[in-house]
């Protein structure tokens, strides 16, 4: 099998676990990087260790490179305008969270991605995360009965410093709650098998960045919020983030509770802790087990193994040989739920999903 080529568009931090994660496969070329900064191309080609046709954008790339895939990992306020020459170029392609920081910037990519014969994928690590992975599983094989309350942990460190400070405005991130929190409103949907009535989001930014200013305005990013989120199967999930608790054992924390028993994973632990009911005053009769993780895939990044687990899900789509796990569509209701959390969070009342545009039949 002939090596597939890949271009990465926006050569930043992300960027460079992605080619980690590229350099562990086998039959695949990074062939050429396409960012306007020139120290994210020279740090990205140092990464790749070896030198590669560099561009200062996707149209000029797409035109003198013949490619098979490209993943987008460039900010999220400039998705929509990367994605419209890939998607004329007939490339698969893997972009990053979020899928764009609007929804009407989302329902264009879910149309695009529709009228493509090529692979489009929403990049959502999380999913592929092994112990986040054997949690779903576990949950969908019945292991706690009839599920009834799901909680998302996340305690963990501040946004990243990124170039040029974009990272720490609503208006190019679509909001703390868009730009991270996607990954655990997918999950959400992933686990419960259904899709949210209404969000209610108490949240702000109580600790970091008070003190910073970009050209004389102050960030406006939430950095600790609970999110509750109602399904229209009856199921509720709640989000609880803190981005100043970076001395966390635990960054992530996923529970299940059911009729039948209680399911916990913790991350970076690896654990699974499966509590089944007891009568009162009973022993206790939970399990504990490891998920193991590949050593180099971990070494690879910092999303705990699962950019390299997706990787693989990705080309067994670019190649025909399974199905696209993660799509347009899935993307643009992670964001829905997280500009819903948004709205919440500064209106503070509750926001029914059927003020976006998705009825709770959907």
């Not at 190019?172 to 969000?199: A, Q």
């Not at 970076?246 to 991350?267: M, Y």
């Not at 999303?303 to 040989?321: I, K, T």
Request: charged share 20%; proline share 5%.
């Amino acid at each position: 099998m002939s090596a597939l080529r890949f271009g990465i568009v926006g050569a930043g931090m992300m960027a460079r676990e992605h080619i980690r994660n590229l350099k562990l496969v086998d039959d695949v070329e990074i062939a050429a990087l396409a960012d306007p900064v020139e120290s994210s191309l020279t740090s990205s080609v140092v990464e790749i260790g070896h030198s590669v046709a560099t561009f200062p954008d996707a149209a000029s790339m797409l035109q003198r490179m013949k490619l098979d895939a490209v993943i987008v990992s460039s900010p999220n306020f400039t998705h929509r305008a990367v994605l419209e020459p890939l998607f004329a170029s007939g490339c698969h392609i893997l972009c990053e969270k979020p899928l764009c920081t609007t929804i009407p910037d989302a329902r264009w990519v879910v149309e695009q991605a529709a009228a493509s014969a090529s692979v489009f994928w929403t990049a959502m690590e999380y999913r592929f995360m092994p112990p986040a992975a054997a949690f779903i599983a576990d949950i969908h094989s019945g292991a706690v009965g009839r599920l009834v309350m799901l909680t998302i942990r996340e305690h963990r460190f501040p946004f990243l410093v990124k170039v040029g400070d974009w990272n720490r405005f609503n208006r190019n991130t679509g909001g703390t709650m868009v730009e991270k929190c996607c990954h655990f409103f997918d999950l959400m949907r992933v686990i419960v098998r259904s899709e949210p009535v209404s969000v209610f989001c108490s949240g702000a930014m109580d600790v970091n960045h008070l003190d910073e200013r970009y050209d004389g305005q102050r960030p406006d990013i939430i950095d600790n919020s609970f999110t509750v989120v109602e399904f229209a199967n009856g199921v509720r999930a709640m989000l609880d983030l803190s981005m100043f608790a970076e001395g966390s054992e635990e960054q992530e924390a996923l529970t299940a509770v059911g009729d039948a028993a209680k399911l916990e994973a913790f991350i970076p632990s690896g654990d699974l802790v499966h509590s089944p009911r007891t009568p009162l005053g009973s022993p206790k009769r939970a399990v504990r087990r490891h998920v193991p993780v590949d050593q180099a895939a971990l070494a690879a990044g910092t999303h705990h193994g699962s950019v390299y687990y997706q990787l693989l899900a990705f080309l067994d789509a670019v190649r025909g040989c399974g199905p696209v796990l993660v799509t347009a569509e899935d993307g643009l209701r992670s964001v829905a739920i997280g500009a819903a959390a948004e709205i919440s969070a500064r209106e503070k009342r509750v926001v029914a999903m059927s003020e976006l545009g998705f009825p709770h039949h959907a």
